[in-house]
């Protein structure tokens, strides 16, 4: 019989990615909300707002790598108590700011706490106690990312207008966010989080197992493969980092469809609503949500890069029928915008396990804490560059037609993120081989 521990360090994940979403999916509601109250006369621009957004990221990035070597000492119980404390005390700060430099400050509190928790501490216990199942189990973790946007979503948009229209304006509402973040990331933490299966008499889930025929045991798992410093020196590390920066630039696709949508408001007859744009929107997370498990059980079937491929075709053709919809719309882009954000499951399930995969368990907390900032970095990156592709060049009457352009020929990354798997697991399986030839025998790729 399976020990009970293994649900509930899983459910410890999942409760720190919910929180992880929150942050997420949930700040950037809080942009038109705050520029209204501060700078009722928007003398202050709408993007110079919203980049308090992009500092909690980028402080995030910087402090993820950090975390990583520090798992191994500190754990990640109490990195994900240090995390997720100093993540809830930027937050609840950020409700008593009044001007910008305030509003960086907090956001940069709030991103080194959230780097040093939930951003990092759930892949790591996945990875660290469960050998059998990891990358289904990879997938429902990652899903609360998802579950965590939608709950910043039904709380935040009735929240914070102000009391006046019905609301309770973004100051009370963000002191909420805070204190969902600590619900989430802390009491989990202190209650269902063990740093390692051998803290309580347990191993590796399917540890225990002989693997296939030709294979190693999986109870040396934990010592095989690369140092940090042996994957940073290695061409296959980083051909595997511009990979999934160039996912993330893909995928910043996502956080553009609403003002896409939004954008079709204009076109006489489109019958486009706020509130239908609400639905599409809940459409394409609902797509998301739902493919993270699926994926992971995909690749548990046929392997992570035919796993990987399948979901990238499909948001590749959706991605493409959704750059010619012009409104109103048949009943099929309902379907399209689901396979749009099906395909962004692979940005969140896949890197973690590729990591493993290629360079193997000996030390995955630190290389994957570089690694793992690449997928952010992209979305960073392209957020700005998906934004921007609305407007370059743009006849006036159609100020989407680039960004619709940009639609048709995302396939052309997908393809790249695929052939650079490839490569890069195979290279890192072979370096495995030669810089440690006494531990030849690696396991299959998941």
């Known amino acids: ?14 409760c720190a990615q919910v929180s992880a979403g929150i942050v997420l999916s949930g700040l950037s509601m809080f942009t038109d909300p705050i520029r209204d109250d501060l700078w009722p006369t928007h003398e202050v621009s709408r993007a110079t707002v919203q980049s308090f957004y992009t500092v909690v990221l980028m402080v995030a990035i910087a402090t993820m790598p950090i975390a990583g070597r520090l798992i191994g000492r500190v754990g990640g119980r109490r990195l994900l108590l240090i995390g997720g404390t100093i993540s809830s005390l930027g937050l609840a700060a950020i409700s008593f700011a009044n001007g910008m430099a305030a509003l960086y400050l907090f956001a940069a509190v709030t991103g080194a706490g959230f ?115 042996e994957a940073l020196r290695s061409g296959w590390f980083w051909l595997l980092y511009v990979a999934l920066c160039l996912l993330g630039v893909h995928h910043a696709l996502g956080q553009i469809t609403q003002p896409f949508f939004m954008n079709q408001q204009t076109d006489p007859g489109s019958g486009v609503t706020p509130a239908l744009v609400g639905i599409l929107m809940s459409v394409q997370m609902a797509g998301l949500i739902l493919a993270k498990p699926l994926l992971g059980a995909l690749i548990e079937v046929i392997g992570l890069v035919p796993a990987a491929a399948i979901i990238l075709l499909g948001n590749a053709l959706a991605t493409i029928v959704l750059a010619g919809v012009r409104f109103p719309a048949p009943g099929y882009t309902f379907l399209v915008i689901a396979l749009v954000g099906s395909g962004f499951a692979v940005g969140t399930v896949t890197p973690p396990l590729v990591c493993s995969t290629a360079f193997g368990q000996r030390q995955f907390a630190a290389i994957y804490g570089v690694l793992g900032t ?13 934004s921007e592709a609305g407007r370059i060049n743009a006849d006036p009457e159609q100020p989407w037609q680039l960004y619709r352009w940009a639609m048709r020929w995302c396939w052309v990354l997908s393809v790249a993120v695929i052939a650079s798997y490839s490569w890069s697991i195979k290279g890192g399986r072979r370096l495995q081989s030669r810089l440690h030839p006494e531990r030849q025998q690696i396991p299959a790729q998941p």
């Not at 009970?4 to 899983?10: G, H, N, T």
């Not at 690449?374 to 998906?386: C, D, I, N, Q, T």
Request: net charge positive; aromatic share 10%; glycine share 12%.
């Open 1 to 14: 019989m399976i020990n009970a521990r293994y649900a509930q360090v899983a459910a410890g994940a999942i």
């Open 115 to 229: 780097g040093f928790s939930v951003n990092i501490v759930p892949i790591v216990l996945v990875n660290t106690w469960f050998e059998k199942r990891k990358s289904l189990i990879m997938g429902m973790v990652v899903a609360g990312t998802g579950i965590g946007g939608v709950l910043a979503s039904l709380v935040f948009s009735n929240l914070t207008p102000p009391v006046a229209d019905g609301g309770l304006g973004w100051r009370v509402t963000m002191r909420i966010a805070a204190m969902l973040f600590a619900t989430f990331a802390l009491i989990p933490a202190a209650l269902l989080v063990v740093n390692d299966p051998a803290e309580v008499g347990l191993r590796r889930y399917g540890s225990h197992q002989e693997v296939e025929a030709g294979e190693a045991t999986q109870t040396t798992a934990a010592t095989r493969g690369l140092y940090l410093g």
């Open 374 to 386: 690449a997928y952010m970095m992209g979305l960073a990156f392209g957020s700005v560059l998906w």
